[in-house]
């Protein structure tokens, strides 16, 4: 590991952080993952869940769960779905919130691919 990913753990697994990646999870109303836990049971004991989670990653032992499959039918046609569990959600989202300012940052203007307040349309413009 350089220095530079050193020192952004600490930040990636931040109480702060933490609390803004369950707020994003918990505002999109997400179903539950493998492990059948839902938003309410993580926030049944929400302080005790997210300082679980930040030390498994503070301790490296972390490891995301399997993701759960789901098909779903729209339109007529089939399509299947990879749920996260709700705790690897609110680490990926705890990641983006980290790098996503750092590396946006390095893209050109005429990038839009996976970029805040960017769209396909904007790009078609």
């Known amino acids: 590991m350089i220095k530079a990913e050193k020192d952004l753990w600490p930040i990636i697994y931040s109480e702060e952080i933490f609390q803004d990646s369950w707020k994003k ?59 996260p569990s709700i705790r690897d959600r609110i680490v990926q989202e705890a990641v983006l919130l980290v790098l996503q300012p750092i590396l946006d940052k390095n893209f050109l203007d005429c990038c839009y691919g996976y970029r805040p307040k960017r769209s396909a349309i904007m790009a078609v413009k």
Not at 48 to 63: I, V
């Open 25 to 83: 999870v918990r505002a999109n109303m997400g179903s539950p993952g493998i492990d059948r836990f839902s938003l309410e049971d993580f926030e049944s004991n929400l302080s005790e869940n997210l300082s679980l989670l930040r030390d498994l990653l503070k301790l490296g032992s972390y490891q995301p769960l399997p993701l759960m499959t789901k098909e779903i039918e729209e339109d007529g046609n089939k399509r299947i779905l990879k749920i």
